[in-house]
DNA sequence: TAACTTTGCTTAACGGTGTTAAATTATTTA
DNA sequence: TAAATAATTTAACACCGTTAAGCAAAGTTA
């Protein structure tokens, strides 16, 4: 009975090629165009057999962030493990997690949920960009005059954003939901920053 | 020729009605599951008249965003002119900009792109925890002993995955791409976070 | 070997999407 | 009133995820 296990080899390949195919698709055209009927055509069948290999498309990016968030934890680990102090050892997984996130991008951004809403963001009119010409404006008035240099400028108002925007995200596609929390890390970030410039 | 002008009033008053109806949609169903039939639906036409009034679905999420970018700047009008220290004025900003994001969540995630790709992510299996375990315990590990408590840990832990993450984020969705700005913003905070831990 | 059953896969279909072209109805103009 | 124009709808195209029915090959049993 060894063609049985020869079947479930074949089943087995088939249930990767669904997943590889997919991730191809993902990569080469994001993963919001990702469609049943495309990954059939990738692995040369029809798209009702993908269903006796995954419930529906949800199982399948499930299972590519599963393998995203997998690779993730590899490559932090062997960051890791080039040092011995903890700080540098912290520092390089947090690196280790940027370097992913570029390397991967349309991974990153299924796992995480980042995406564009719809076009694209180069001529952003005048609106759009009032809230951080604000923002920009009144970081530069508190940054005393000696540092006051564009670049140091860009950098604060991008640590801003990237602490408030990030956190903001993580409660909005996680349900993280602990005010305390929340709100102990925003004033800490913010209120260091700030005396950062000081 | 009065008329002329009631018949104009009228097309602005449906342009209105459209983005009305989009936002009302957004707002009850999430912004995924806006589509043009239900629009049209809510302000009683079929769905081809809307394309009188708008290019595409685009167009009209773009001006939602748009309005949206409007509400945000004048909430963080209000906030900054409750002060005149700039530094109180620039931690009262980004509390509005905070409070904002959590007053119109799906219109935040229409202006910034932030979605769940597509289950819960409650009982996430364990792969999907394994790198902020990782994260989770290196920073435990650099915390001095005597202020090791469960909740500081949580703290530091979000302070350094939303500034990451935000980062990230930011230049997924936007095309920032100023490496030179992303890695000083990225060093100066984490290296920040981490002597403020010690 | 012949009949029956299971398996693997495809075709066809349903209800949904954004979008466009043609047809129809209503309104204005001559 | 008749012709022209505008407003609106119907119908259609090509796509989407998903399911049910059908078919043909393979395996199993008599």
Redesign the pocket.
């Given at each position: 009975m060894a063609?049985k296990d020869r079947?479930l080899r074949?089943?087995e390949e088939?249930r990767c090629n669904i997943l590889e195919a997919s991730l191809d698709i993902v990569k080469e055209e994001g993963w919001q165009?990702?469609?049943?009927?495309?990954i059939?055509d990738k692995i040369?069948?029809?798209?009702?057999?993908?269903?006796?290999y995954f419930?529906?498309?949800?199982a399948i990016l499930n299972e590519l962030t599963r393998m995203g968030y997998v690779k993730l934890a590899r490559q932090m680990e062997e960051a890791r493990d080039k040092f011995t102090d903890p700080a540098e050892q912290l520092e390089a997984m947090w690196l280790a997690y940027w370097n992913f996130a570029f390397a991967e991008k349309d991974l990153y951004k299924v796992m995480y949920g980042v995406e564009v809403n719809c076009c694209v963001f180069e001529n952003a009119c005048p609106d759009m960009k009032a809230p951080s010409n604000m923002l920009w404006d009144k970081i530069e008035e508190v940054i005393p005059e000696d540092k006051r240099t564009e670049d140091y400028i860009c950098t604060k108002y991008y640590t801003f954003w990237s602490v408030v925007h990030g956190l903001i995200s993580i409660n909005l596609t996680n349900q993280h939901r602990s005010d305390e929390i929340n709100k102990q890390v925003l004033r800490d970030a913010i209120t260091g920053i700030i005396n950062s410039m000081k």
């Open positions: 063609s079947i074949l089943k088939t165009s990702l469609s049943m009927r495309k059939a040369e069948y029809t798209a009702p057999i993908i269903y006796e419930a529906n498309k949800d």
